[in-house]
Nanobody, 124 residues
Framework: QVQLVESGGGLVQAGGSLSLSCAAS????????MGWFRQPPGKEREFVAT????????NYADSVKGRFTISRDNAKNTVYLQMSSLIPEDTAVYYC?????????????????WGQGTQVTVSS
């Protein structure tokens, strides 16, 4: 069983940058595809980015493409989300998640393990 802990959230002005980390423990990290999701206030949880087990394949939601970068360090059991050119619409609780599945990985219900989330607030 994998435990995930996010860190790095906070308050930032529009146009600024923020980096999130998600540390995994309790199991081997490399067999899992990792994803970042977010839940804006009053809305459903939505896909942000995902990265393959080796880190060679990444996918992004259209809303963050070109602004966010997902990466992972399997030696450190950590996945990252580098966010730049932030806009107020990026305000949300950000969650990292892990899955062994390879199909439907843009959908939150396909992920087996979740962190507790970290708040990101972008002020205008």
């Amino acid at each position: 069983q994998v435990q995930l802990v996010e860190s790095g959230g906070g308050l930032v002005q529009a146009g600024g940058s923020l980096s999130l980390s998600c540390a995994a423990s309790g199991g081997t990290f490399s067999p899992y595809r990792m994803g970042w999701f977010r839940q804006p206030p009053g809305k459903e949880r939505e896909f942000v980015a995902t990265i393959s087990r080796s880190g060679t394949v990444t996918n992004y939601a259209d809303s963050v493409k070109g602004r966010f970068t997902i990466s992972r360090d399997n030696a450190k059991n950590t996945v990252y989300l580098q966010m730049s050119s932030l806009i107020p619409e990026d305000t949300a609780v950000y969650y990292c998640a892990a899955t062994t599945r390879t199909i439907g990985v843009f959908m939150p219900e396909r992920y087996e393990y979740w962190g507790q989330g970290t708040q990101v607030t972008v002020s205008s």
